[in-house]
Every structure is written in C-alpha cells, then in structure tokens.
C-alpha cells in the first residue's frame, strides 16, 4: 500500500456512500515511524497527521512545520493530564477528551490562552475495561458538561473492539453526536476506514498501510 492508494480508497468509499469528494479527512499515523518515510509523505504533499505520544511529537513536528508549509498534526493517544499544557501548544486537534479532569485541565489552558485545539470526546463503545473512552450512557451527560466549561467540541472519536464488526459500533458514535449536535466523527483505522466512511466518518485514522509496519525501538 501507499498513501496513493490509500487515497483513492477513501475517495472510492466517498463515492460508494454518496458522500462529496473529499468529504472525510486521512490523519497518517506517523508515530514510531523512521523520519525518511514520513518525509517522504511530507514529499507527497500530506499535510494531516496523526502522533500517539506528546513527547515524540514534540521532538519531531516542530522542525517539519518550519519545512512544511501546513502541516497540521492532531493527538490521537491518550493524553495525560500532566501532559495538556504541551499538547495544547503541538497540536491543531486532540481527538482523546475521555474524562472530567482533562475537560478541566484543557478549559483553564483555553482561558489562559484565549485558544483551544478543536477537540472530540472519546467514546468507549464497546464499553471495554481496559479501554479509554466515555461510557455511551455518559456521553451525553459528558459533552454537556464539557460545552458548560467553554471547551470547542467538534465531534466524537472511537475505536471499536478487535474481533467485533465495526460497523454497529460507528452506528452508534453516530446517533451519539447526532444527538449532540455535533458533527466530526473521527473512526476508521487501516482495517476497516472504509466502513467508517460508509457510516460518515469525518476522519479516518490509517498508519501502517501508508507507512509500512512500525519500527519498534
């Protein structure tokens, strides 16, 4: 695979969900990635970008803005709360808002700044122990409190549990922020964008099939 043709894929499942070209935004996951193959996307014309890691980011983005013209990198791990004040300066996004504290932490940094990346609340879908994420019968409760706090919502983000179909759980991210009144829906990863897209994902989140496998240290 190749960036190329992870495009057209996308642009192919635009079309077969009657949905306008260019509808839905490709984040490359670039993280753990040798900096000569995210250059080389950097090189294709990419701009949008996804890291897991505050500090990792840190090392790395701020050199490839001065000599990438707009790049914009967006937070798709899970972010500490220790963490937010770096995060807030790195990243246009953070799509991982999953608990009362960090709403807290991000709305007194977006006071003091008088700016706030655009941000989506993490569902737990599959309301799975291990994993980050509101609750589905909290979700609703949680965005309310969050646009109280003065915090730009823009959408809801999840990743559904491996081993289930996806497409219950995006049907079901969807009817969330319908009900909010909120419009991004960050879902979709390498192995199942395409349904995503299908479901109306605003962005799909896809690494190892533009980057190749990642390199571990």
Known sequence: MSLTDILARVRAAEAAAGRAAGSVRLIA??????AERVEAVLGEGHRLFGENYV?????????????????????IGPLQTNKAKLAVELFEAIHTLDRPSLAEKLARLAEARGASPDLFVQVNTGEEPQKAGVLPGDADGY??????????????????PEG???????????????????????MGMSGDFEAAIAEGATHVRVGSAIFGARAYG
Not at 29 to 34: L, T
Not at 143 to 160: F, N, T
Not at 172 to 180: Q, Y
């Open 164 to 186: 289930e179909a996806p497409t219950p759980h995006f049907r079901l991210l969807r009817s969330i922020a319908e009900a909010n009144g909120l419009s991004g829906l960050s």
């Open 29 to 34: 996951v670039s993280k753990v990635q040798p």
């Open 143 to 160: 965005v309310r409190d969050c646009r109280a706090m003065g915090l730009p919502l823009s959408g809801l983000m999840c990743i559904p």
């Open 55 to 75: 500090q990792e980011a840190g090392a790395k983005w701020p050199g490839w803005r001065a000599r990438f013209p707009g790049v914009e990198v967006h937070m």
